[in-house]
């Protein structure tokens, strides 16, 4: 896949990402309330440019380490990254290497992930007598950002995205999954 | 396109609505239907109002006759709310229109905006009381001392006057925006769907409701689709089906069990891979879902497509057209400019020979599914005179554009035709353009 075609599409995904961004906050503002249908296939649309974004980069710069945004929680992101691969607008060949080499990249920078993740998951006893979650947690009525787990489930590592401060990145994590929640 | 009789030749019949160009937004169409007989077609707006035409028969025997509608009443059915828990306005938007089955002499519509369901009875009046013992003709009491004999008051003739009054309300049943109503086949229930939740009424009990699907994920993070239209079945008051953002549509069988969470049957096509892009999951969301009017069938509108699908048939429509193919590689623009979101309605002839959707620049779209033949027709002022015919359109997509073609980029993507509406049995249709209602009629009709 030549470079041109990397940053072509890098550049739609982006283009697209801001749209979609604007799109969103308009929305806010609409009369009616927000619109459920129409900001789930916003944020849809956000996470397709989100990776074909992360994917294009990875494929111009393949020394950065940058996975694909693990979404343990979207059962439907897998089948479409399998049936990304023949997308037309991505050279195949060049798409699937990219793919395949970042998954050990994703794996190691996840470890990191969940061990700084666990430290915010120290059980009750360790945490400090002084009430810090007054001042700094969110207010009740607002939903809460951690999935709450069934019983036997497992935290997963935070997607990537949210453990960097890339200031790529902090386009793209600003509201996917936030949006929802929001109702 | 051949129907009974030979070829279908469209006319121009009548258009409703103001000729202005500069559109109140309160006067946009949002819902167009006729009733069972054909004989009274109603439209909504996004001002709440209902305006109910009627079809005048007196000249049917006659040739070259045309069906005249006229207007018949005219109510305002939701007025804009504001929910104080939430801060939000609650639009007056009237999404859907259904008539029930007409029982008696009066007429009766369910009308729902985004949160609150109406039924609105229709009656005429065409007789007035006079000679009251007690009260004078204009209203005022009589001095009792001055009547001196007893009469019985009678009924005269007077002017019609069509009234309408709403009957039931039934509110607060749904947190997200109400997208579709439907009276069952048993005229007694019907059912509501919002974004998550499907809920089951008696059209008699309005302070409670059964909740017959409930899509709501326990954690809103993990949505991955809503729900975009449902129908009973024409005939069978146990089912219904739903359509989704996804492209499935679901049918249910209310036997099965109070939560008709786990579908009978689910119906979805395998994605071309060849087509993906970022808008796929836009597209292939579904805009409407209608069932054939002998219950076989069932047709689905998504953004660039029909479908009709068999209902012994799960893994594929039998039957798919495509509306405006040529917008496939405009995508972008097309979300840009927020048209993507667009939600198309689609409808069947009396006969289910012939399905119908529209499309962009009051552009309207034909298939005939017997004759494998499709037409693209336009509404529009300039094709108005009274019985002119309509010309077909053809949207060049590339190359040598002919004349009387016109090229994808010359589109007016303002002029959308969203409602459709089809007689139950004669070729009259009726479509909504923005702020305009047309009728047109079969030449030979």
Redesign the interface.
Same mark, same amino acid.
């Given at each position: 896949m030549s470079a041109t075609t990397a940053m072509e599409v890098n550049i739609?995904?982006k283009r697209?990402l801001a749209?979609s961004i604007s799109?969103l906050y308009a929305s806010r503002t609409q009369?009616?309330?927000l619109?459920?249908?129409?900001s789930?296939?916003l944020s849809?649309?956000m996470r397709?440019?989100r990776d074909?974004y992360h994917a294009s980069r990875e494929c111009e710069a393949p020394s950065e380490a940058q996975s694909a945004p693990e979404e343990p929680?979207?059962?439907?992101s897998s089948p479409e990254e399998a049936?990304?691969q %023949?997308?037309?607008?991505l050279a195949t060949s060049g798409a699937e290497t990219c793919s395949d080499s970042e998954e050990p990249a994703s794996d190691a920078e996840e470890y990191d992930c969940e061990i700084a993740e666990d430290k915010e998951n120290l059980s009750p006893a360790r945490q400090s007598r002084k009430r810090r979650g007054k001042a700094s947690a969110a207010p009740d009525f607002l %939903?809460s950002k951690r999935?709450?787990l069934?019983p036997g489930e497992e935290r997963h590592a935070a997607p990537l995205g949210s453990c960097r401060a890339g200031a790529g990145d902090s386009l793209t994590t600003l509201s996917l999954?936030r949006v929802? %929640?929001a109702? | 396109m051949a129907g009974p009789g030979g070829d279908m030749q469209w006319c121009f019949s009548q258009v409703k609505g103001a000729i202005d160009d500069d559109v109140a937004e309160a006067d946009i169409i949002s819902t167009v239907e006729f009733n069972h007989t054909g004989e009274l077609l109603a439209t909504g707006d996004k001002g709440g109002r209902v305006v109910i035409f009627q079809q005048e028969i007196e000249n049917k025997n006659q040739p070259q006759f045309r069906s005249e509608y006229n207007v018949y009443s005219t109510f305002q059915s939701h007025e804009p709310e504001f929910d104080y828990l939430?801060s939000?306005?609650?639009?007056e938007?009237i999404n859907k229109i259904r008539w029930l089955p007409q029982k008696n002499a009066a007429q009766f519509l369910l009308s729902t905006n985004?949160k609150t369901i109406k039924l609105w009875k229709i009656s005429e009046r065409d007789k007035r009381p006079e000679g009251y013992n007690l009260k004078e003709d204009d209203g005022r009491y009589k001095d009792p001392n001055s009547i001196t004999s007893l009469q019985v008051p009678v009924l005269i003739p007077m002017d019609l006057m069509v009234e309408a009054s709403p009957r039931r309300v039934f509110a607060n049943a749904h947190t997200?925006?109400i997208?579709s109503v439907s009276v069952n086949s048993d005229n007694e229930t019907y059912l509501s769907a919002d974004?998550?939740r499907i809920n089951l009424w008696h059209l008699e009990i309005t302070d409670r409701s059964f909740n017959i699907v409930d899509i709501k994920p326990?954690?809103?993070?993990?949505?991955?689709?809503?729900i975009?239209a449902a129908e009973f079945h024409p005939h069978q008051c146990n089912t219904f089906v739903y359509s989704s953002?996804?492209g499935t549509i679901r049918l249910c069988d209310m036997r099965a069990s109070a939560l008709c969470d786990k579908h009978s049957k689910l119906f979805e096509e395998p994605?071309n891979?060849?087509n993906?892009? /970022? /808008?796929?999951?836009?597209i292939s969301?579904i805009s409407d879902v209608k069932f054939s009017h002998n219950g076989r069938y069932m047709m689905t509108r998504d953004y660039l497509s029909v479908k009709i699908w068999d209902l012994n048939m799960e893994n594929r429509p039998v039957e798919t057209y495509q509306v405006h193919e040529y917008l496939r590689s405009k995508l972008?623009s097309l979300?840009?400019n927020?048209c993507i /979101?667009d939600k198309f309605e689609c409808c069947w002839n009396g006969n289910d020979s012939v399905v119908m959707t529209g499309s962009y620049n009051n552009f309207f779209r034909m298939f005939d599914r017997g004759h494998r033949r499709d037409i693209t027709l336009e509404a529009s002022r300039e094709n108005s005179k009274p019985m002119q015919v309509l010309k077909p359109r053809k949207v060049c997509t590339g190359g040598k554009r002919k004349k009387d073609e016109i090229s994808v980029d010359s589109l007016d993507f303002n002029k959308k035709i969203l409602h459709t509406a089809w007689h139950p049995q004669d070729n009259i249709i009726a479509v909504a353009t923005t702020n305009n209602l047309y009728i047109f009629q079969d030449k030979v009709n």
């Open positions: 739609e995904a697209i749209v799109k009369r009616g309330g619109r459920l249908h129409r789930l296939l849809l649309v397709s440019a074909i929680m979207d059962t439907g049936s990304r %023949p997308e037309p607008q %939903p999935a709450r069934e999954n929802i %929640p109702f | 939430k939000l306005e609650i639009e938007k985004d997200y925006h997208n974004d998550l326990a954690n809103m993070e993990e949505l991955t689709e809503v975009t953002s996804k994605e891979p060849s993906r892009s /970022f /808008f796929s999951e836009i969301s972008c979300y840009e927020d /979101f």
